[in-house]
T-cell receptor
């Protein structure tokens, strides 16, 4: 079946530090890959996505590249801000046996950025 | 920006009691979902709903769970007789489409605590 594995959190960084949050996946088909972010008190919202191998999704300074050979979709940002403090969820969407596309999520990685 | 609204934000109940969690999806979305996240674990799919019927459900979604859209705007999740292990954050989501690059819009979640 499909699964997503994210690095354990919390990740604690100082402002302007480089961020990497690792995500690897297992899928039976050719999935689309996503990063969602959840700010305190809010719902999960799409941060970026990629639908095919070597695609790079980007938004708000965050980037992730779809690596089929390593089944990975690591999230990176060159210089984090305090406002980036949130929980980040990696997810995939793949055609399932019943013909549906129900996203599969990881457990989330909490990012804490100190001034 | 349109959003998914969930109520209550937090509910505490006794084991064996019935609980109803409510969600108002985005008005032009056609597909609706419930996910849950037990503390420290993955965000798990429970059920999807389209055209007034369940389109897919996970093995977690047993006879204790039910969903309905009673009035064309609310989308509810009912747990008939709560167990301690039902304590979790429950997320409602909706989407326009049902495809591989499907983006879900989530509510902020309802935290259920079963004592």
């Amino acid at each position: 079946g499909n699964s997503v594995t994210q690095m354990e959190g919390p990740v604690t960084l100082s402002e302007e530090a480089f961020l990497t949050i690792n995500c690897t996946y297992t899928a039976t088909g050719y999935p689309s890959l996503f990063w969602y972010v959840q700010y305190p008190g809010e719902g999960l919202q799409l941060l970026l996505k990629a639908t095919k191998a070597d695609d790079k999704g980007s938004n708000k300074g965050f980037e992730a590249t779809y690596r089929k050979e390593t089944t990975s979709f690591h999230l990176e940002k060159g210089s984090v801000q305090v406002s980036d403090s949130a929980v980040y969820f990696c997810a995939l969407s793949d055609l399932r046996t019943g013909g549906s596309y129900i996203p599969t999520f990881g457990r989330g990685t909490s990012l804490i950025v100190h001034p | 920006e349109p959003e998914v609204t969930q109520t209550p934000s937090h509910q505490v109940t006794q084991m064996g009691q019935e609980v109803i969690l409510r969600c108002v999806p985005i008005s032009n979305h056609l597909y609706f979902y419930w996910y849950r996240q037990i503390l420290g674990q993955k965000v798990e799919f429970l059920v999807s709903f389209y055209n007034n019927e369940i389109s897919e459900k996970s093995e977690i979604f047993d006879d204790q769970f039910s969903v309905e859209r009673p009035d064309g705007s609310n989308f509810t999740l009912k747990i008939r007789s709560t167990k301690l292990e039902d304590s979790a954050m429950y997320f409602c989501a909706s989407s326009e489409r049902y495809s591989g690059a499907n983006v879900l819009t989530f509510g902020a979640g309802s935290r259920l605590t079963v004592l």
